[in-house]
């Protein structure tokens, strides 16, 4: 199944997206201002600590944030052209269910635990291709088969409860699937895991990728977790993008203070064992408006205007751009 | 899980036990005691004949051996004979049964069809006016007495609209026949369910809303959604599906109150059912009766109490797929 | 088993509290924002003034028997009309209240000591004894309260005490459950063992120390408790089986309206003495949902 969509344009294009949380006489900006694309079939990675607006941008483009708290205030998010946020509630769930799915993090609790994984699936694709149960059912099994699941047509019977964890995660890929979505967001489905796990999924992810053609968004904190699987990553710091970059440029060429930060603390297992540097600080009141760089507080390499003049995304090479004051095609200014 | 079953079912036997222990204690203390109640209040009797009676009734024998024989005979469908009728208790209450078991039925019928329909709506309309609304009206209807809301009933609709009849079971002023009996017993029977379903109905709305909401903020609804099925199969397939579990828990707990609550109903509206036979054997003094129907409903509250405890373990898939 | 008592609302959870959320400033700063409870709790204060201090005020002598008033609607010189014998209902219903009120708050009083008691014991001791003693409260769960109140005032007459002891016996299962578990949980803590090592005698510690930490699902059990406790006598009254003329009740009234209203349209005998106990209950269960979140805030509120 390749995806296609009208001549060269991106499959997903957030454009300039506010999202606001409002609860008892406070409204915050957990969204502000966030732009980014995927082509058909790209994989690109949101990267960002906890708190930086990466899941509510996720949710948005699905369509499931939780409307009373949460409130779109602006901007468009254009799937194959369509505006999602213009259509009709139930066109868009309608859309959004078919051509849009999303594996989340907690894979228990995102699987019903009273129906088996066999119905949960079969129904998915029942609905969108009117299938019979027992075409169904088939299909079911081939999805389980497809993510690695073994023995997959007596495991149909499971409830979730019965798998393993890693198992969970991947009858939970499964069912994204069923719906044969052109775009698969993942919300840090891998951060409860242990390594080993980890990698499976991930190596997972990537070869359904590969042989669906599905553009995948991939949610996470951990830079180190997605490094080999996407092609882009789009780093989020308090609702804003930072920096966007190809995955190799991101790593050997970080144009903003804070991915150079968030290069500096990971572990690395080859190569020499240098000290982990933690980013000291921590994220700015969402609640409170916003005066100049927000990173500006945390930085090593403010300058005096940081504080006032809150950068826009500028490029600095090919597909590589940057919301940084000292950021310059030529390299970082002094 | 089975294993589980069994030793609910166990639990339960020392349970009536006990209840039958203080059955019997009571019966001890009733005037006449277990020789009265075994004979109907023949009284009259000369000393020789009481001799004979205790003898029969083995009451020189030590009281556990009492116990037993007594708790022999409960076993048995001896439950002794109506002071006021003489007849057997068994046959007494029996007769009795089918109303109160329709009253009942109807009532819990009413009350979780009612309750689902409202609980789940206020949940899925969190926060509007529906919900606050019901909820408002499911708080009062837990504050307020039955009898006075069955007089106030009758008031409006029987005496003031005359649009219902005010008590029994059927016309008395002529024999229905067919389709138009079965619409005579329905309006003898509106007022009484509406008002012995009052109290159940509040809360089990009560339940179903909390239930649900729990439950709708659940991550498995949000992927439901999220893959596209349509609301009406989140709400009901997953939602309700999985809300009514602790539910139904509920639900058959409530069965042993309207039995309880059969008892004001069927006075109000002139019912002749197993609660209005409570009261009048109480005005009666016909202490064989009343031990009877307490009998049957201490069992009844014990079986729905065990029933609700299996029936959860069976129907939620974490507890019996151990 | 089933810890619901007919009519009133669910029963508050048990389990230890936060210290912090103890203070008795702190609760009732917490209770007085909850609008509800608190109108609530003044509806109560104020119907309790009415029964005690009104009578004597409106100078209607309930026992007044008036047979060329009788039967009339309620008017300004009989605000809520008259009965069959002409006496002002007003005046019963005030009466009434005085009794209605008196039997509750006996009753819950002796089946807090008697739950608080058995609770305590269960708790502190544990072992058989809880055993035994949790065996005896799912007896009282089992026995349905109103057959088993009905059969005790038929065997032993309809006095005052013997209703009041028989409401009461059902429902202090709902205290000793909760201050059980109370005791349960406290007495594992810290202080219990340095009392202990100063030589403080088990009766000391399980009074002084652990009961008032208690205090709180017990006040909440006890407002609900006089709720179900009028609700449970109204019952018994009205099936006339209660207080016998000329005392009467809330209950006991509605039992005399039943005629009258059912029969003869005389709504208001009907609609004062019920809309009473509707308001006690009503307010008593604000309060004590208003008392059950201001003692445990931490439970959200929906």
């Not at chain 3, 055993?131 to 309809?158: E, K, Q």
Request: charged content about 15%; overall charge neutral.
């Amino acid at each position: 199944m390749t995806a296609t969509t009208p001549a060269g344009g991106p499959l997903l294009h957030v454009d300039d997206l506010v999202v606001g949380f409002e609860s008892e006489g406070s409204a915050t900006r957990a969204v502000d201002g966030v732009s980014f694309s995927v082509g058909p079939g790209e994989a690109v990675a949101v990267v960002g600590e906890s708190g930086s607006g990466k899941s509510v941008t996720a949710l948005a483009v699905a369509g499931l944030l939780a409307s009373p708290p949460a409130r779109v205030r602006r901007g468009r998010i254009l799937f194959d052209g369509t505006d999602l946020l213009a259509l009709d509630p139930r066109r868009r769930r309608a859309l959004g269910g078919r051509e849009i799915s999303v594996i989340y993090q907690d894979a228990m609790a995102a699987l019903n635990p009273s129906i088996t994984v066999g119905r949960q699936i079969a129904q998915v694709v029942r609905w969108h291709t009117g299938a019979s149960r027992t075409a169904a059912a088939d299909r079911a099994a081939e999805l389980l088969d497809l993510v690695g699941i073994p023995d997959p047509r007596s495991r149909l019977a499971s409830y979730p409860h019965q798998l393993s964890g890693g198992q969970r995660q991947r009858v939970m890929i499964a069912l994204a699937l069923a719906c044969e979505p052109r775009l698969l967001i993942a919300d840090e489905p891998t951060t409860a895991m242990d390594v080993t796990v980890q990698a499976q999924i991930t190596e997972l992810v990537g070869r359904l990728r590969r042989e669906l053609g599905m553009a995948v968004v991939w949610i996470t904190h951990d830079l180190g977790v997605v490094a080999g699987l996407v092609d882009r990553v789009v780093v989020m710091y308090a609702g804003r993008v930072v920096e966007q970059a190809p995955v190799r440029d991101l790593f050997a060429a970080p144009a903003h203070p804070y991915t150079t930060g968030l290069l500096r603390s990971l572990p690395v297992l080859d190569g020499p064992q240098e000290r982990l540097v933690p980013i000291p600080g921590g994220l700015p009141d969402p609640a409170a408006p916003l005066t100049g760089c927000p990173f500006e507080p945390r930085c090593d390499r403010r300058l005096p205007e940081c504080s006032a003049q809150t950068p826009d995304l500028v490029p600095v090479a090919e597909s590589h751009a940057s919301a940084c004051l000292r950021a310059t095609p030529e390299g970082e200014r002094t | 899980m089975t294993s589980y079953r069994i030793r609910r079912c166990l639990q339960a036997v020392p349970l009536l036990l006990g209840i039958s222990v203080i059955v019997f204690a009571l019966l001890q203390m009733t005037p006449g005691g277990p020789m009265a109640a075994g004979e109907g209040a023949q009284s009259q009797a000369s000393a020789e004949q009481i001799a004979r009676l205790r003898g029969r009734y083995g009451l020189d024998d030590p009281l556990w051996m009492q116990y037993l024989k007594w708790l022999g005979g409960i076993l048995t469908g001896d439950w002794g004979a109506s002071f006021n009728t003489g007849r057997p208790v068994v046959e007494v209450i029996t007769e009795r049964l089918p109303t109160t078991l329709l009253l009942t039925g109807l009532s819990f019928g009413l009350s979780v069809l009612l309750a689902l329909v409202v609980g789940v709506t206020a949940a899925v309309r969190h926060r509007t006016l529906f919900d606050y609304v019901s909820t408002g009206l499911a708080f009062a209807g837990l504050a307020m007495p039955s009898f006075w809301f069955g007089l106030m009933l009758l008031f409006v609709f029987s005496y003031s609209l005359d649009w219902l009849p005010s008590s029994g079971l059927a016309d008395l002023r002529f024999r229905h026949e067919g389709f138009a009996a079965f619409l005579d017993r329905a309006e003898h029977l509106v007022l009484p369910v509406a008002v012995l379903s009052l109290v159940s109905v509040a809360s089990l709305t009560r339940y179903v809303r909390s239930s649900m909401l729990d439950v709708l903020g659940q991550d498995y609804i949000r992927t439901a959604r999220g893959n596209g099925l349509p609301e009406r199969t989140v709400v009901l397939g997953h939602g309700l599906r999985n809300a009514s579990i602790p539910v139904v828990t509920v639900a058959v707990l409530a069965i042993p109150e309207l039995f309880l609550g059969a008892v004001i109903t069927e006075t109000i509206f002139g019912l002749p059912g197993m609660g209005r036979l409570f009261v009048e054997s109480a005005e009666l003094r016909d202490y064989p009766v009343l031990l009877g129907i307490l009998l049957i409903a201490s069992v009844l509250v014990v079986s729905a109490n065990l029933l609700a405890d299996i029936l959860y373990g069976r129907l939620d898939p974490r507890i019996s797929y151990e | 088993m089933s810890d619901r008592t007919s009519a009133a609302a669910p029963p508050p959870s048990a389990g230890p509290r936060e210290p912090a959320a103890r203070t008795r400033h702190g609760v009732w700063r917490r209770f007085a924002r909850h609008r509800p409870a608190a109108a609530g709790l003044a509806a109560l204060a104020l119907i309790t003034l009415a029964v005690i201090a009104l009578p004597p005020l409106i100078g209607y002598d309930p026992e007044a028997v008036s047979l060329a008033d009788k039967n009339l609607p309620p008017s300004a010189e009989h605000l809520m009309g008259t009965d069959e014998l002409g006496r002002d209902l007003f005046a019963r219903v005030l009466d009434g209240g005085r009794l209605t009120l008196s039997v509750a708050a006996a009753a819950v009083g002796f089946s807090m000591v008697v739950g608080v008691a058995v609770g305590a014991v269960a708790g502190y001791f544990g072992g058989v004894v809880d055993n035994l003693l949790m065996r005896l409260v799912d007896i009282g769960y089992s026995l349905p309260a109103l057959f088993v109140v009905i059969l005790l005032v038929t065997l032993v007459g309809a006095g005052f005490w013997p209703i009041v002891l028989a409401v009461a016996m059902f429902s202090w299962m709902n205290t000793a459950r909760l201050v059980r578990a109370g005791y349960l949980s406290l007495k594992e803590q810290d202080f219990v063992e340095a009392t202990r090592g100063i030589g403080a005698g088990h009766l000391r510690i399980a009074v002084r120390h652990l009961l008032p930490g208690t205090v709180g699902p017990t006040v909440v059990t006890a407002t609900l408790g006089i709720a179900t406790a009028i609700l449970t006598e109204s019952a018994l009254s009205f099936l006339g089986l209660g207080f016998q003329p000329p005392q009467a009740t809330w209950g006991g009234l509605l039992y005399e309206a039943q005629r009258p209203v059912i029969a003869m349209g005389h709504w208001w005998r009907g609609l004062f003495p019920g809309a009473m106990i509707f308001a006690v209950v009503l307010a008593a269960n604000y309060v004590g949902d208003g008392l059950n979140d201001a003692f445990e805030p931490r439970r959200s509120r929906r």
